[in-house]
């Protein structure tokens, strides 16, 4: 891999749920682009795993163990955090079926970490921001937070959710250094999919990859490197004039479907 510009030497990151998949591979990526980087994970060998692979790579990381659907558990987190310029809101769960199927307990957790989980980080993160004079926060939504895919009920209602606090935090914090956006990714190829394709379809879930892979235009399901990258590029000057807005990264799904 070509080394990175370094556009985040010196900025102190957060990342939730960086022990696999969409999580690993944003604070991999922040970390190669110079950012200090926090984890924050619910597992602690997952996160940990994500840690050696960026120490082994010369990159500066800890890891701290927390569940972001409990309050106290996130302020107990955050108190161990003395600078923060970026925040990843990427912590989250999956759930399928209708509104029918859905019980009240798939409710509760699919609220409790998606939304309250997201609701705690920027909670006690803004304040650690504007202690360090402002800074990022990119939150993960989804295609979903914008059209209707079926059986996905309670997942389509958390990111919307997501996006909607994008915008809250985005207006009530633009006059004071803080920019929030984000990414709207559709179908990733991360750990999920496989377990989910084994589950569900054993024997049969190379045909039903590609199945999946067909419902997006661009033909294949998007790579974590790639949501990584987008990811790094909102947390970065670069971006210094973007706030308040909601990246598709879809392969054409929401528009050329």
């Not at 996006?163 to 929030?180: E, N, Q, S």
């Amino acid at each position: 891999m070509t080394p990175l510009v370094q556009r985040l030497a010196n900025k102190y990151a957060l990342v939730t749920g960086a022990g696999s998949g969409i999580g690993r591979a944003i604070a991999v990526r922040l970390a190669a682009e110079g950012a200090h980087v926090t984890i924050l994970e619910t597992r602690p060998e997952a996160g940990e795993a994500t840690a050696t692979e960026i120490r082994q790579a010369g990159g500066a990381v800890r890891m701290i163990t927390a569940d972001v659907s409990s309050t106290a558990s996130v302020k107990a987190a955050f108190e161990q955090i003395e600078k923060l310029h970026i925040l990843v809101n990427n912590a989250g769960i999956a759930h399928i079926g209708d509104v029918l199927t859905t019980t009240p307990e798939d409710m509760d957790l699919i609220y409790g970490v998606n939304v309250k989980g997201v609701y705690h980080c920027l909670h006690f993160g803004v304040q650690k921001l504007l202690a360090s004079g402002g800074g990022a926060i990119v939150n993960m939504a989804s295609t979903v937070s914008k059209i209707a895919v079926p059986d996905r009920f309670a997942y389509s209602m958390s990111k919307g959710a997501v996006l909607t606090m994008t915008l809250a935090v985005a207006r009530d914090f633009v006059a004071r250094g803080i920019r929030c956006n984000c990414v709207c990714p559709a179908r990733v190829h991360t750990p999920f999919v496989d377990g989910y394709l084994a589950k569900n379809y054993p024997g049969k879930e190379k045909e039903m990859f590609k199945v999946l892979e067909a419902t997006q235009p661009i033909g294949r399901m998007a790579e974590p490197s790639e949501i990584a990258g987008l990811v790094a590029y909102l947390c970065s000057d670069e971006a210094s004039f973007i706030t308040g807005s909601a990246y598709d990264i879809d392969g054409g799904v929401i528009h050329l479907r």
